[in-house]
Structures are given as C-alpha cells and as structure tokens.
C-alpha cells in the first residue's frame, strides 16, 4: 500500500468528495442467452437503500460488478458515477464465496450454518480489501469522504488511513455483529477489529450489534470505551475517538408510496390476486434465499396449520418468492434442495386441483411487481433466524397506503426494533409463531388498520434520506439543521420521559444563553427560566448546569435556583448540595503553576487590545473572541506553545474564540459522570454546543440523549439549530414527564 509521503500523485486523478465502497455495484453485469450483453440491477438490501442516497449525492461508487475476470473502466450509469473493482475466478471463490459468505456470514449470523476457516480464503479477503482501498484512494480528493460498506470490506478503513489520513472514513456494517462468545472462535478476530477501528465512525443497525463489538474491541485490545466512544491509541499513543453506534438503515419511503398509488401497479396487484383464485387470505414471503431468513421454520408452521386445519387451503395461499442468491456456496445449495422439497411435499399434501398450498417463485423482481406484491398480500411473513436489518418489512409497511394488511415479523431481524406494532413473533418456536399467523390471519379491519398507522409512520419518520444524513452528520458534522425540534428528537424525549429517575444537564454558554462579546454579560432569556422551572417541578428529575465557567461566574450569570446542581471549571468544582461549600484544595505544587500560568497569559494578553484573560479556581481562559479570527488564531497558538513549553504536563482546550489551561485534569465528563451517581438517574439528556461538551456526550449511554446545539462535528445524536430552540426542548420534556405522572 503507498503511503502519504509517495502518494503525492494518487492526488492528481482522484476527483470525488464523497466515495462509497461496497461488495457489490448497484448493477451486475450480465450476458444473456442469445449472447446481449448488459447491466441488470444487482440483489439485495445495500444496494435498494444506497442507490437513493448515491443519486443525490455527487459521488462515486467503488464496487464489483458482479461478474469474474472481467475490468471495466470507470462509467456512468443512470446518473451514479461508478468505479468497477475487477475479481479474478479465484477471487470469486475464495473472497467472496469463501471467506465473505462461507466465513464471516455464517459466523456473524449466531453461527445458524457452521462456518469455515481457511487460511487462503483469509489470503485472498487481505488482498482483495487492498484493491478495494486502492480503487477508492484513487477516487477521492484530499479531505474527501469515503464510506465503507459491510462485512466484506472490513480491513478497508485501516488501509484507508494508513495510506492516506487526510481522509474521512465511515464505515457501515449492514449485517449483525455478534457476541463475542462467537466472534471470538474468528481466527483472525484481532484483524478484523483493527481494520474496523481506522474508521472514524462505526454504524451498527441495532445498539445491542454496537455493544457486542465494543465489548469484542475491550477483550482484545483492552481500549477504554465509555457510551458510543471507543479510546484508540495511534503509533505515537495519541488517542483518536472512534464512534461506534446504531444507526437503523432504511428505504426510501416515499418512492414506494409513490409506487403502491399508481393505478397500473394497483391493476397488477388485482391480477395477481385474480391468477391465484382471489382466495381470502394472500400470505407472501419474499426473501434470498438463504438460511438466514428462516424459510424452512415459515414452511414448517404454515403445512402444520394445513395439517390441523387452522388453514385450509380454499381460503388460503403462501407465495414465497425465493430469489437466487450465492448459489455456489455449497451450504445456499442444500438449502435450495431443502425448501423445494419441502415446497413439493406441501404443494403435494395440500393442494387440490383448483387450489394451491404454496405458490413458489425462484426469480428476482423489479420494484414495481415487488409493490404490487406487497399490495396483494393480506399477510407479509418475516421469519429471520437472524437479518441485520430486513427492509423488504419495511417496504411492505410503505406500501399499504390503505392501512391494512398485517406483518408477521421476527424479533431477530434488526427491523423489530423500529416495528413494534407488527405482529412480533421467534421463529424458533414453531407454535407462537403459528399463532402468530392465525392471529395476522384473522386480524379484525380495525386494528390492522390501528398498527399499520403506526407503522407506516415509522417509516417514514426513519426513511433512508434519514438514516444516511444522521450518519453523515455525525461522521463530517455538516448538513443543515432546520428550526425547531425534529420529529425523531421529539419521539426520542417522549420514550426519555418515561424512564424511571433523570438528571438533565446542561451546559451555559451557547446552549441556554446566546455567546456574547462579554462573558459576564451573558444572561438566559426567561423562556429559559420558566422551562427549567417547570422541569424542577417534575417527578424524579433533577437538573444540573454543567460550564467551563468557574462557579462564582456562572452562578452570577445563570442565577440557577438552590435546587439545581452546579458543576464549574469543567468538572474540577462540583456543587452537589445548595449549602455545602466548594473546595477544590489545590496542591501546593498547582497552585505555584496556576500563578505561573496567569502571568504567562496576562503578559501576552495585556498588550492585545481585546485580548483578555479569565482566571479560574484551577486554570485560566485566554480569551479572543474581539479579535480578527486570523489574529485571535496566532495569539490562541503563541499561548499554547509558551504554556507548553513553560508548564508542560498542563490540560489543554479549545473553545469558540478562546484556549484555556487547567492545572487539574477534569473535564464535563468526569462531570456526568459524577452526577449521574449523586442522582442516582436512570437515564441522563445533555444538551451542549462546544468542543468541551464532546468530552460529556462521550459518557452518555444507551438510552441517554446527547443533544448538540449548532453545527460541527459531534458524537450526540441530535442537534438544535440554536439555542433558541432549547426551551422548546426543555418545555417539551417537562410537558412528556408531566404527562407520565
Ligand atoms: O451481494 P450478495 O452476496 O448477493 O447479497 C446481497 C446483500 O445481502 C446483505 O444485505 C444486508 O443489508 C440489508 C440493508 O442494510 C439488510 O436489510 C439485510 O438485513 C442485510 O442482510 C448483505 O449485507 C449485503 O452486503 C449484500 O449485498
Ligand atoms: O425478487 C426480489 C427480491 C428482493 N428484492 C429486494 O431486495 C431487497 C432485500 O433486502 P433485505 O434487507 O430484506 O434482505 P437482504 O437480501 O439484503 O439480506 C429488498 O429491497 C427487496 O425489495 C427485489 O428487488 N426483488
């Protein structure tokens, strides 16, 4: 792999901002019988939820395209500009047949087939992820973004940024990631996290994925990791924050909405149902065909029905569409085997001559029979052993624009976790779920009707525009965020507020009061008063302002009321009870470096018109904001390196227009993370606006909401555009915990 220093010229044809990385191409490239050749759309999920979030962004798409021994140059199709990535026959198999499909898939699916372990397939996985990372090196600008799909691609975000740690590296694992019980039997599982972790931002599709590879990164390598923040040490033991957090991937909603209403697509669907005898009950299941989607269990509980007469087969049909899928893996060749025997078995046990049990189709179909498929079914079955997230739930959920039909879907598809009203079933328990049948079977108009709403505004509340702008966000810290509270953060308050005892914090400047060129002269407007007001009437709930500010100043400026607790200095003084003094006791040895430190920062702030410094009881702040940014940046960087040279060993931050220096290590972290224990809170809501507020979303935890005002880079998962919009927020959470008592 180059490296930086001699990579000067991959610079010269690299062209994009944006590169995505995955498996596959959104087109296979394919001859058919009479010798055409042409590009086909290529299967599964990745690709249905990428191509919406490719064709609006400018980028180019590094990819297979489906088909061995065969390069291509780099075209355009259907408006995504995409790089081909060439496989030689060996590769196939033992790439991605072998290690991709034959290793990591089984193994990342709870071991549902046994997975094999072979040290060429190992080989050819290194090589192949370099071509890859070569492929998108050369694609991307300096500073680009480059995100990387899924299990197959796993070492790619390591090469990435040895080669080139300009870039902005993402990564997405579309599938489950497991226990570490079970990763841990990976023969090369200290690689595979290593090449996980150069990645900036991890995406899981569940929190309990996220979790497992947390604790999976904790037992190897031993890195602290504290809420979604993984602590990784670089060659020079510096520490680089990678997130590791669940981000629900999702489909484009509105596009099947759009769909589902076109009279012709409608029409299909009334003829589909006509072709198979309009029976009452139209059951669909509509998968890969692969063991992973628990077609057999479908089967088994569907000719048991048949058996018992639950069903009987003038009133009902399945219509499994099982499409072609890894189809030399020898493991996907059994299964086929299996499910067209069973299929033959139950078409001959129950079909009659003018009805058929099962109506079994080994294709893949376009979007808009799909659609009309989904509209046809009155039942959809979803019966994963394990599926990392299963949009085709989703789709069928888009699709009934009329509010009925009625989902069947297992709790282990990461789908579940969003779809709470369908019928939720574990298919491994073959009578519940032929309960779960009967009871979609039989489901009264009315609360089809009651869950489908429900439902189908989950999906488009989480569309995948959504699900990529949150990650994307997060990765680069851009996008626009409107006024207001946003849908997604006003469901996330309303589940808060139901949590048993909280503890908001809140940090001052920026958040509840706007910045002002006078750090004394900052003051909350009285919306801010009255919603923190209202939140100290509520049950179970205390609020704790948490500032870089020294206490002196922030009492002075917030004027909080006795009962709300106070953390200053970020972190060093704690106030945990109205009356109790605060001491911090420095130590003799400090207290000479803080006296240093203020006639170091005084000397080169005096003679700056502007310039001014602000001592604390265990640091002091140089601030620039009256300053040109050119000015404030060179007098902010002169401090640094004096203080540095001077008192080296000292605590270094960064703020909006300002450095400060403590001489005791704490951070709004630490603060948190006290005041989560003082409390005693079950779940904690932080709301903050600078770089020192990262350090307190970095110990939030599953269920705590981290909330970020303004733009830039952050590891919460929601913004506010302003701190305007905070007492909304706050408003909004005192009126849901009102609403609980
Ligand atoms: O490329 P193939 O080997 O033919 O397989 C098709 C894709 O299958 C997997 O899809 C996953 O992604 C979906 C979207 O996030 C998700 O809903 C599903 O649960 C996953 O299984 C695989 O992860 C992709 O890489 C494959 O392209
Ligand atoms: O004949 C078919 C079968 C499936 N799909 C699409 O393939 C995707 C399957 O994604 P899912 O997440 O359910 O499972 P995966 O195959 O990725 O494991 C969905 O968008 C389906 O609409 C399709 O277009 N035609």
Redesign the pocket.
């Known amino acids: 792999m180059t490296k930086p220093s001699d990579a000067e010229d991959l610079y010269l044809d690299a062209a994009f901002d944006f590169v995505v990385v ?3 191409l959104p087109v296979d490239y394919v001859v058919d019988a009479e010798g055409t050749q042409g590009w086909r759309s ?8 990428l191509e919406p979030v490719m064709r609006e962004a400018d980028g180019a798409w590094v990819g297979w395209a489906g088909v061995a021994d065969r390069e291509f140059e780099p075209f355009e199709h259907d408006g995504i500009s995409l790089v081909p990535v060439p496989l030689s026959a060996a590769e196939v198999e033992e790439y ?1 047949e072998g290690f ?2 034959d290793t990591l898939w089984p193994l990342y699916h709870d071991v549902i087939a046994p997975p094999s372990y072979h040290r060429e397939w190992w080989d050819a996985y290194v090589r192949v992820n370099r071509r890859f990372a070569e492929a998108a090196i050369r694609a991307a600008k300096r500073d680009a973004v480059v995100w990387v ?4 691609l796993q070492l790619v975000p390591r090469m990435l940024r040895e080669a080139r740690p300009d870039l902005v590296i993402g990564f ?1 694992d ?2 489950p990631f497991p226990a570490y019980g079970i990763y841990s039997q990976l023969p090369w599982r200290r690689q595979v996290l290593d090449g996980l972790l150069g990645a900036d931002v991890i995406g899981f ?1 569940r929190q309990a994925d996220a979790g497992n590879f947390a604790r999976a990164v904790r037992r190897v390598f031993g890195y602290a990791t504290r809420g979604s923040v993984i602590d990784v040490p670089d060659e020079s033991g510096e520490l680089r924050r990678v997130v590791a957090r669940r981000f629900p ?1 999702s489909i484009d909603t509105a596009s099947f909405e759009e769909l589902a209403a076109r009279p012709e697509v409608r029409e299909r669907a009334r003829q589909i149902r006509e072709s198979l005898g309009n029976p009452k009950t139209i059951m669909l299941g509509v998968d ?1 065909l ?1 063991y ?1 989607k628990g077609i057999r269990h479908r089967l088994k509980a569907y000719g048991e029905l048949l058996r018992e007469g639950r069903l009987e087969v003038e009133d009902a049909i399945l219509v499994q569409v099982a499409s072609p ?2 189809e030399r893996v020898e493991t996907y060749r059994q299964l086929r085997d299996e499910i067209e025997l069973m299929v033959g078995r139950l078409n001959g046990d129950y079909s009659t001559l003018g009805h058929q049990a099962i109506a079994y189709l080994h294709h893949g179909y376009p979007r808009e029979e799909m659609v009309a498929l989904y509209l046809a079914a009155d039942v959809m079955l979803v019966t ?1 052993l394990r ?5 085709v739930a989703k789709e069928y959920v888009a699709s009934r624009i009329d509010d009925d039909g009625a989902l069947v879907l297992s709790e282990f ?3 579940s976790d969003e779809l709470r009203q369908a019928v939720l079933v574990n298919p491994h328990d073959i009578e519940g779920l032929k309960d779960a049948i009967v009871e979609a079977v039989h489901m009264p108009r009315k609360e089809q009707s009651r869950r489908m709403r429900a439902l189908r505004r989950r999906v488009r509340d989480n569309d995948v525009a959504n699900w990529s702008a949150s990650y994307l966000e997060t990765l680069t810290g851009s996008g626009t965020i409107r006024p207001g509270l946003s849908e997604q953060l006003s469901a996330v308050i309303d589940r808060f507020a139901g949590e048993e005892r909280l503890l908001v914090a809140l940090d001052f400047d920026g958040t509840l009061a706007p910045h002002v060129d006078d750090p004394e002269a900052a003051r909350a407007p009285k919306a801010v008063h009255r919603a923190i007001g209202r939140l100290l009437a509520s049950d179970d709930l205390r609020v704790a302002l948490v500032s870089g500010r020294s206490l002196e100043s922030l009492r002075h400026v917030a004027r909080p009321p006795g009962e709300v607790l106070l953390s200053g200095s970020h972190g060093v003084e704690l106030q945990l009870d109205a009356d109790a003094p605060v001491t911090i006791d420095l130590l003799d040895g400090e207290a000479a470096e803080l006296a240093r430190l203020l006639e170091l920062l005084g000397g080169l702030a005096d003679p700056v018109e502007g310039a001014f410094v602000e001592p604390k009881p265990a640091g002091a702040a140089l601030h620039t904001r009256l300053l040109s940014a050119g000015e404030g940046a060179v007098l902010q960087r002169t401090a640094r390196e004096l203080v540095e040279a001077e008192l080296p060993g000292l605590t270094v931050r960064g703020g909006k227009n300002v450095i400060e220096f403590a001489v005791r290590t704490a951070s709004k972290g630490d603060a948190v993370v006290r005041l989560r224990q003082h409390t005693g809170a079950s779940a904690v809501m932080y709301v903050g606006d600078d770089v020192t507020d990262e350090d307190a979303f970095a110990v939030l935890e599953d269920g705590d909401v981290g909330v970020k005002v303004g733009q830039g880079k952050s590891l919460a998962g929601f913004r506010l555009r302003s701190p305007d919009d905070v007492p909304a927020l706050l408003e909004r959470l005192a009126e849901a915990r009102g609403a609980r008592s």
Do not use: K
């Open positions: 995955s498996n596959r290529s299967p599964g999920g990745l690709v249905t939820a991605y991709s499909n799909h899924d299990y197959q997405f579309h599938i599709q991937i890969r692969d992973t899928s890894r994963a599926d990392g997230m299963n949009l598809a990461g789908a």
